[in-house]
C-alpha cells in the first residue's frame, strides 16, 4: 500500500513541476530524470514494509533521589561571571554532549580560575562525560571547589552524588552526613539532600554490630 502512496506523490510532483510550475520543454526530461532517480533510490534503500519503531527518550541517570533538573541545586550564582558558561554548559549536557558541556566550563576557569561554580560545573560535567562514574578528573575539579571555598555547599554535595553512583555509598554517606549537619534549616537544598542521604542509609542497610572480642583462654 505504501508504493501506491509513493507513486501518487511522483505523479503529483512531475505534474507540479510540468503544469504548475510551467517548466520550459527542454528542461523537463531532466526533472523527470531525477524524479526517478529519487524513487530508485527509495527503492533500494528504503523498508517500507518495516512498522513503526519509536524511541522513547531514555531517562538521566541518577541515584538516591529524582533526577537532577537544577544541575547546581540553588547553589550556584544565577547572576554571577560563572552563569553564562553553566548555562551553555547545561544546555549541552540536556543534548548529552557531556564533552563540550566540560570544554565550556574549562573556557570559563581560564577567565575565572577561582570560581566555585565553574570548578563545580566541571566536576559535574566529567562525572556525566564518565557515565555517572567519579573519575580521577572530576574528583580533582570538586577538590579544587573545596578549597577555593571550604563553606560552599556544592562540592561535597555533588562529590558525594558522584561517590553514590560509583559505588561507594560509605563515603558518601560521611559527606553527605557532615554536608547536613552544617546546613542551615533554610537551605535550599537541604530537603534534597535529606531526602538523598535517606535513601542511601536504605541502600547501606542496617549496621553491623560491633564484632565481639574473643575470649582470652582461662588461666590454668
Known amino acids: 500500500m505504501i508504493w501506491l502512496w509513493i507513486f501518487l506523490a511522483a505523479l503529483a ?19 523527470g530524470a531525477a524524479v526517478m532517480l529519487g524513487l530508485a533510490g527509495y527503492a533500494l534503500q528504503g523498508s517500507p514494509s518495516l512498522p513503526g ?6 531517562a538521566e541517570p ?8 537544577d544541575r547546581q541545586q540553588g547553589m550556584a550564582d544565577r547572576f554571577g561571571p560563572a552563569a553564562q558558561w553553566i548555562g551553555m554548559s ?20 581560564q577567565k575565572y580560575p577561582d570560581n566555585v561554580d565553574l570548578w563545580v560545573g566541571l566536576g559535574n560535567a566529567l562525572v556525566a562525560h564518565g557515565g555517572g562514574v567519579m573519575s580521577p578528573a572530576a574528583a580533582l575539579a570538586f577538590d579544587e571547589a573545596a578549597r577555593r571555598d571550604p563553606n560552599h555547599p556544592a562540592p561535597p554535595f555533588f562529590a558525594g552524588l558522584a561517590m553514590a553512583q560509583s559505588g561507594d555509598l560509605k563515603g558518601a554517606e560521611a559527606v553527605w552526613s557532615a554536608l547536613l549537619a552544617r546546613s542551615p534549616d533554610g537551605a535550599p537544598w537541604r530537603p534534597d539532600l535529606e531526602m538523598r542521604l535517606a535513601q542511601l542509609r536504605e541502600a547501606m542497610g542496617p549496621a553491623l554490630p560491633p564484632e565481639t572480642p574473643a575470649a582470652a583462654p582461662a588461666d590454668r
Open 53 to 58: 519503531h519509536p524511541v522513547a527518550k531514555a
Open 62 to 69: 541518577d541515584g538516591f533521589g529524582e533526577a537532577i533538573t
Open 13 to 31: 510532483t512531475v505534474g507540479g513541476i510540468f503544469w504548475l510550475g510551467k517548466l520550459p520543454a527542454a528542461s523537463r526530461p531532466l526533472a
Open 90 to 109: 547545561d544546555g549541552f549536557m540536556r543534548t548529552g554532549k557531556t564533552a563540550l558541556a566540560a570544554q565550556a566550563l574549562e573556557k570559563g576557569l
